[in-house]
């Protein structure tokens, strides 16, 4: 009797499951032989080498969300904060990759003003551009971008070698500005905003290094002088322009939004990859961490501006998952940006690949049956996943219209396949919102205690001869901190603006983050418009009317 009610058992399972596949298109008799032939696969499925049970797909995301989201509830998101912040408080002293002080220490006054030259240098567009400050008085209207034209880098352009590349750059300025010359006019200051590596030496000078992304523009210039390069191709030109400013993304968007709000500390960027800019006292680094630099720099500089690397935190701390150990593992560099994995959208799309690979292998996820285009590592892309999100509708027509052309099915996906993708897709961007959210926080903190320490370092004021009175101490930032009840977030990047929710969750958990702090003030995002280019302008104003 024994052996009939096993194969009885067997037989209503084998049926049930024939069923679902039936109703996703599948014949029913090929349903029923395949789980007939085959019972065990109603118990377990082998994912990447790993064994794991057979599931419904609601027991799937109920783990999902216990592994992405669990850890960054409130308890678990202050304690990596804390931990995010020893690790960039350490770095202050060490690591010659990240942490990195730029020789940017003037933030604007907001009382600069004129028409400033601008060059945005990208990984696919060269954009000049004329710019006007107003003066931050102007609220509405600080800053225009007057003229502007963009250059296709085109890969025949990528293909220039050497000064070939910077006579194409310098053809490029004089046809935008040849008109707007003055005869009297002896040379021609520049702002840069360079996407590529860089050491800098000064603040308008920096030794080239490889710019990868397919250029060959380094060949025979390595290491030589980029503001020479362009002062020497501009000179052909006819153009006696003078690098004054070089800064990258993060930097380029902390200027140009502290032109505009006094109190903008940070200048993050998210889109596909991520970094955050931080102003911050120049005693809180060791002196090595400076390199070689000029005495008169440090007599003159009180704070500086650091390029953190953000990506390249987080090792350790961070509250992975299977999926995410899967992406590190067959990455070319394991480990070495552990938190850009989790945060920017080159990699998003990827965790969500592989969690949906797991999803259709053991709990039946889009019949069974997994597109062939998801089989390639980071065919899944990120946007997809925005789009996907930002269908709210019951019917989810729009997400399975973005899914399925991009990744055509064998059967059509249900609104029940499209729901559980989505359902996946908000875990991972809510973490990495979460984690962002984190990220900023802890280098607030870090920001309020190194002032603290400069403010205690500082000499104290003795009482006079006739005078039992002493003064107080005044901060080395007291205009700033007075108006300090919220600091500035200058953001930009295609994730932080267009993912749906992105913003307002990672600014939801900020909030959440800072009611718990001993420190004061709030903060605040802020979105920092075409940022490369006014950030170049504002960097040469600063350097120019110092």
Sequence with gaps: ??????????????????????????????????FWISPKALKENHVNGTTYPSRTIEDFLKEAERLFLGPIDEDGLRRYSLNLKSQFRERLHSHAECMLPSFNHLLPTGRERGQY????????????????LRGREETGRESEIVRMV????????????????????????????????????????LGLAWSFPVEQVSLGGGLLLGMGKGFLATNGLLGQDLGEIIKFACKKQGLNVQLEAIVNDSTATLLSQAYV??????????????????????????????????????????????????????????????????????????????????????????????????????????????????????????????????????????????FTTHHPCTTPPTISDITAIRTLASFISRRSAALLAASVFSLWELRHETEAELDAA???????????????????????????????????GS????????????????????????????????????????????????????
């Design 150 to 189: 963009s250059f296709k880098i085109t890969p025949e352009v990528k293909k220039l070698e050497g000064m070939s590349f910077f006579d194409w750059m310098a053809t490029r300025i004089y046809e935008v500005i040849h008109k707007d010359i003055s005869p009297t006019q002896d040379t021609i200051p």
């Design 261 to 402: 709000h006094a109190s903008t500390r940070f200048g993050l960027i998210l889109g596909t990859g991520t970094n955050i800019a931080v102003h911050l006292p120049v005693s809180a680094f060791s002196r090595t961490k400076y390199g070689k630099r000029p005495e008169s720099w440090f007599e003159s500089a009180r704070h500086v501006i650091v390029n953190t690397e953000l990506g390249m935190f987080g090792k350790d701390i961070l509250p992975l998952t299977r999926w995410d150990e899967l992406l590190n593992a067959s990455h070319p560099r394991p480990g070495f940006q552990p938190l850009e994995h989790l945060l920017s959208g080159f990699y998003l799309g990827e965790i969500c690949r592989l969690a949906i690979v797991e999803a259709v292998e053991t709990a039946g996820l889009l019949g069974g049956e997994l597109p062939p285009s998801l089989e390639a590592p980071y065919s899944l892309d990120t946007e997809i996943l925005s789009r996907i999100e930002a269908d709210t509708t019951p019917t989810l027509e729009k997400a399975i219209s973005h």
């Design 117 to 132: 030259l601008a060059l945005d240098v990208g990984g696919s567009t060269l954009r000049v551009a004329l710019v006007e």
């Design 458 to 492: 500082l000499p104290k004021p003795s009482p006079s001869n006739d005078s039992a009175v002493v003064l107080p101490s005044l901060s080395v930032e007291e205009e700033i901190k007075e108006g300090e009840a919220s600091t500035k977030v200058a953001f930009n």
């Design 1 to 34: 009797m024994q052996p009939l009610t096993s194969a009885m058992t067997t037989l209503k399972k084998s049926l049930l499951a024939a069923l679902k596949s039936f109703l996703r298109g599948r014949s029913f008799l090929q349903a029923l032989l395949a």
């Design 495 to 546: 994730v932080i603006e267009h993912y749906p929710e992105y913003l307002s969750t990672c600014q939801r958990y900020l909030d959440g983050l800072v009611s718990h702090s001993k420190n004061p003030g709030s903060i605040d995002l802020v979105p920092a418009m075409e940022s490369s280019i006014l950030g170049a302008a504002v960097a040469l104003a600063c350097a120019t009317d110092a």
